[in-house]
């Protein structure tokens, strides 16, 4: 517990020389691009209200929490460079989310146990003594893994300012000799069972089975492994970055990690490491046998749910008990390239934090963006019962187009004009790019045009497309980068997912979108299929960008209500 850590070390902290060695498979090395620091930092296209550090590269969030009236958000950052190396810890701290000062890095690589990086990992507070967190650490140059401990130099500091490593502790885990230590990694939040036992997973492989290891504790010291994984899944590759929350059966709010009970269901997310996707299931715990089972309504790997179908990666979750609610955060990476980011001075964002809940059918979860981002809406314009035949183009005048939060419900009064779905179309990104916002269908393709150019040479799409199968409508929704930019050697995906929405009784879906100069983070149908993209218009950029509302589809579509807000910038540092 707290106290008996608290008594192995002293209130300092040793800062050493950041060591720059330790090797993250997934991540392209450029070692002579690590320490290069460019004088001054590319605002063009910097958000205005997602998080970034003032500069520099950043990556997975690390850690988030809400802790004596302060929310702490970790993230893996480099603070020497735009390209990833010499990864530390940084640390920023918020009273709402939205707006956020930077502090010195709270983890360096300064131990033998994490000699060779401090990688990613989570924050557990325990109960009346305050916050403990559980991070990856590298021994070695074969890449050996190992997780470690770190506690706050002073619990009752709220903005929790230093962190020490106790050296009599670390490291708490040892991959043993039947593991592979060198796909070892990420901890979560540790979670407390009925029998007073603290337990946590880790990520990792065996084979070509991604796997959660499970380890129990007493004492928050000393841990054991459990005889088998709490789940695996065979031909997914390395579990990255697990995540294990028990969600509500009944409503919105948020629960602690360790509630358990009837009325509670389970959620485990992994990042895949060979993919760059993460997928959840849902399911339940067994807590007699430490066993997770996840339920038969969606598929137990490559293809199955995922919280966001773009740029989202290495996402972490924490419940915020002032306000009963489960958060995410997420990674959105850059999609230009390393010799552009050094010219910027910066890379990497984290996607707003999102609410996530049980949908109500209970076969998958929701998100929308935590309400505090409301606060940065400024001048607002609607459009109201608007008609919009096939080929209609509408411009939303009057705010900020390139920084915006847009809103729009969408209605057809009739689906026969629908295309067949053809069942070989399992993939939605392919299915995209094949049927994109610029070919013509019959229920849509309808939505937003975000980041736009007066002429349209540049526009980046975010819309519906409604097929008709065997026995139901099959609703798609995509965001859509391959028009974004006239610059060619961009990477510009066609992000895309099914949305699941009976469309029987209520023929009409709704869409958010947060443009944000080169983000475009769309929610759809209220939060069941989310789609980030990363996009960098050349002519769309600034008060140069419009939006516009669109229908390509032979079916007349009413834009029922669309509101549209100029956001403002939020305060960083």
């Known amino acids: 517990m707290m106290s008996t850590l608290t008594n192995c070390v002293t209130v300092f902290i040793v800062v050493c020389v950041i060591c720059n060695n330790g090797v993250e498979a997934f991540h392209r090395i450029y070692p002579h691009l690590q320490s290069v620091s460019t004088p001054s930092v590319s605002k063009l296209h910097r958000t205005g209200y997602h998080f970034q550090p003032i500069r520099n590269w950043i990556n997975d969030p690390n850690g988030p929490m809400y802790y004596k009236g302060v929310y702490h958000l970790f993230y ?214 430490d066993k997770y089972i996840p339920d038969n309504t969606s598929e137990d790997g490559w293809g199955g749910l995922r919280y966001d179908y773009g740029n989202f990666y290495a996402s972490k979750s924490f419940f915020d008990p002032s306000k009963n609610r489960r958060i995410i955060w997420g990674w959105a990476n850059e999609s230009d390239s390393k010799e552009d980011d050094v010219k910027k001075g910066w890379a990497g964002i984290q996607a707003i934090p999102r609410t996530v809940w049980l949908d109500s059918g209970g076969r998958q979860l929701r998100q929308w963006p935590v309400e505090e981002l409301n606060t940065l809406r400024g001048k607002k314009v609607e459009i109201g019962n608007q008609k919009l035949k096939k080929g209609d183009y509408v411009e939303v005048k009057g705010i900020t187009a390139a920084q915006a939060d847009v809103e729009v419900t969408l209605s057809f009064s009739s689906l026969d004009k629908a295309e067949e779905f053809d069942p070989r179309w399992v993939n939605a990104e392919d299915l995209c790019a094949l049927k994109g916002s610029n070919v013509q269908g019959g229920v849509g393709p309808f939505g937003l045009l975000t980041l736009a150019s007066q002429k349209l040479e540049e526009y980046t799409p975010v819309f519906f497309r409604i097929f008709k199968a065997s026995n139901k409508h099959v609703i798609l929704m995509c965001s859509d980068a391959r028009s974004s930019s006239s610059n060619i050697e961009l990477y510009k995906p066609s992000f895309a997912g099914f949305v699941d929405v009976d469309l029987a009784n209520n023929m009409k879906l709704s869409l958010r979108s947060l443009i944000d100069h080169s983000v475009v983070e769309s929610f759809g149908a209220g939060g069941k299929t989310n789609i980030l993209s990363r996009v960098y218009p050349k002519l769309a950029v600034k008060e140069k960008a419009h939006l516009f509302v669109f229908n390509n589809g032979n079916e007349q579509i009413t834009v029922e209500n669309l509101k549209a807000w100029s956001m403002k910038s939020a305060r960083r540092n």
């Open 76 to 289: 893996q950052y480099n603070p020497k460079g735009a390209v990833w190396g010499n990864i530390v810890w940084g640390h920023s701290v918020s009273k709402d989310l939205i707006n956020w000062k930077q502090l010195q890095p709270a983890l360096y690589p300064s131990k033998p146990f994490d000699k060779y990086g401090c990688w990613s990992g989570s924050a557990t507070i325990l109960p009346g003594q305050g916050p403990v967190i559980l991070y990856t650490g590298v021994v070695d140059k074969r890449s050996n893994e190992v997780q470690c401990l770190a506690i706050p130099a002073n619990a009752s500091d709220p903005f929790l300012t230093k962190w020490v490593k106790p050296d009599r502790l670390n490291p708490i885990v040892i991959a043993d000799h039947s593991m592979n230590g060198s796909v070892f990694r990420d901890p979560t939040t540790a979670w407390l069972g009925k029998d007073g036992h603290w337990r946590m997973l880790i990520g990792g492989k065996k084979k070509d089975s991604g796997l959660a290891y499970l380890y129990r504790s007493k004492d928050f010291v000393k841990w054991i492994r459990a005889k088998h994984p709490i789940h695996s899944a065979k031909t997914t590759g390395m579990w990255e970055c697990p995540d294990f929350y028990p969600v509500s059966l009944n409503g919105k709010n948020g629960l602690d990690a360790s509630m358990t009970g009837n009325s509670v269901k389970h959620v485990l997310k992994n990042s895949l490491d060979m993919t760059r996707y993460e997928y959840y299931t849902i399911g339940t715990y067994l807590q007699n046998k």
